[in-house]
């Protein structure tokens, strides 16, 4: 039964366990933008994902201060949808759900530093079988089990072992993890360490660009994906080209107006109080800059990627999707980095761009979370939705269309960011007015209204006059988890059942793979 037919979502998270159970192994073929496919032809597909940047940041939200002309173009171009979110903002748990539609509860993907399990229907596999030449460039982050990242045992994975690219069987250029962006290397099909001339993401938009103009135009359509690590910290002058930082040297980065001197305790490391105003507090402004100028590197990335596909006259057959996996605190709500339901962690650009297809200028405010980018995604190319997938298809959305959206996006703080230690456990929805959340640790509870208090300074949580709203968001929060299996448990709690004890994922909330 297609996704979009009958069901509401309410209807859809009460029947989700069972219908999960009923389609595993079953394919329903998604029908959004099927029949925008012409004659015959799939859209070719260009992923580019950006590491740590979040909406608030870019010009086309609302930052004076960003420089990304491109950026915006694609987004005046194409569709915003301006109230995604990340499931779960940390980048193994992002990429995990990206590539097989589903939550971290069930692809069991807690912390960072894991080894992703293969036997799940992912992504790569719907394509690969499609028709569709791949490529997949940059930042991978589901292959290591340790964090000696520098290791080629942490970065390559063998041709025996290739299931663990998760189908991606074409071109691959990648690497687990490096933020050390002159310091670069990429493994391709053998054992040999390769790197790039100068700063890594213009080295990748160069590879990114030759795959474009090989395979543009044949008879196979393609799928990219670029995972371009910036902006991603360390977030030193040595990290980022003179020239962009030489953009923001008169641009003054105060610290934002929800900043606090006192360190929030729910944060999974730097807590300490003296180091936050010693370290933190004076050197904000210096990391923003680097930030904003490595993000105008990307910018200007994204828009050779846009002449490439013009100049090899496949724009009206390209799908351009431009994303990030999370984004980053700086000193908001007394944060740093991410992995939380904050507004500035959780919340990132999500634009899809299909000249002649997609209306240019569109806005969607859908509650899109992270696994619903694989189904929406495979409706724009009619390729088929696999059963185990647990977002929705807003094929429709993204093409003007109406139709069922998701009421809330749900989102998993499973525990900390690499570490097996408990206390740091959340859950929280959001929907298009409030976010509502919760910790394991004590049960405290968080109610913001995104709309009167977008810098979520205000908890409701205790506030009679918004019982009401509470009380569904808990009910609606409670209704998800149980269809989901996720019975919030410590962190520790899923690496004694979730993995073999060696950071190789074997299980999750769903049981064996």
């Excluded at 994906?225 to 990290?239: A, E, K, M, Y």
């Excluded at 507004?343 to 997609?358: D, F, K, S």
């Excluded at 570490?419 to 007015?433: C, H, I, P, T, Y």
Aim: net charge neutral; charged share 25%.
């Amino acid at each position: 039964m297609p996704r979009e037919s009958g069901y509401t979502r309410r209807d859809f998270l009460k029947t989700a366990g069972l219908a999960a159970g009923l389609a595993c192994g079953l394919e329903r073929v998604a029908r959004g933008a099927a029949e925008s496919v012409r004659a015959g032809k799939r859209p070719n597909v260009i992923y580019i994902l950006a590491d740590q940047l979040r909406y608030q940041s870019l010009g086309y939200a609302g930052d004076a201060k960003a420089r990304t002309p491109h950026i915006d173009r694609l987004a005046s171009q194409g569709v915003s949808f301006r109230q995604c979110v990340s499931s779960m903002p940390v980048c193994a748990a992002y990429r995990a759900s990206l590539f097989t539609g589903k939550y971290p509860s069930s692809t069991g993907v807690a912390i960072n530093e894991l080894r992703v399990n293969p036997n799940q229907r992912c992504l790569g596999h719907v394509v690969t079988e499609g028709g569709y030449e791949t490529g997949y460039i940059g930042k991978w982050h589901l292959w290591a089990n340790n964090s000696n990242h520098n290791a080629m045992e942490s970065s390559y994975i063998p041709p025996e072992m290739k299931k663990y690219r998760l189908g991606w069987d074409g071109f691959w250029a990648a690497y687990n993890f490096n933020h050390m962006y002159y310091q670069n290397f990429y493994y391709m099909d053998e054992p040999v360490k390769h790197t790039f001339e100068g700063y890594e993401p213009d080295g990748q938009t160069d590879m990114a660009v030759d795959f474009v103009r090989k395979h543009a135009g044949k008879d196979k359509p393609f799928y990219l994906t670029l995972s371009v690590g910036t902006p991603h910290d360390p977030w030193g002058s040595n990290n980022v080209p003179a020239k962009y930082l030489d953009l923001f040297k008169d641009v003054e980065f105060p610290l934002p107006e929800n900043w606090s001197d006192t360190p929030d305790p729910y944060m999974d490391r730097n807590t300490d109080p003296k180091a936050w105003l010693a370290h933190w507090k004076p050197n904000l402004p210096a990391y923003q800059r680097v930030y904003y100028a490595m993000t105008a590197n990307l910018d200007d990335n994204v828009g050779r990627i846009m002449d490439a596909v013009d100049a090899a006259g496949i724009g009206n057959d390209t799908i351009i999707v431009f994303t990030s996996d999370h984004g980053e605190m700086f000193g908001a709500n007394g944060r740093v980095f991410k992995l939380t339901f904050y507004e500035p962690a959780a919340r990132v650009p999500m634009i899809i761009h299909w000249p002649g297809t997609i209306p240019g200028g569109l806005v969607s405010d859908a509650c899109m979370g992270t696994p619903d980018i694989m189904p929406t995604l495979l409706g724009l190319m009619g390729l088929p939705i696999p059963g185990t997938v647990e977002g929705m298809d807003l094929s429709h959305l993204a093409l003007g269309r109406k139709g069922p959206e998701p009421e809330f996006a749900f989102l998993q703080g499973l525990g900390h960011t690499w570490q097996w230690n408990d206390g740091f456990e959340w859950r929280a929805v959001r929907d298009k007015r409030y976010t509502y959340a919760i910790y394991r640790r004590d049960k405290s509870e968080l109610l913001f209204d995104n709309q009167g208090d977008s810098l979520q300074m205000r908890n409701l949580a205790r506030d009679p006059a918004h019982g009401d709203t509470l009380d569904r968001l808990r009910r609606e929060m409670a209704e998800k988890m149980k269809s989901l299996g996720d019975a919030f448990e410590a962190c520790t709690w899923y690496r004694d059942h979730w993995t073999d004890g060696k950071r190789n994922i074997v299980a999750s909330a769903k049981g064996k793979f």
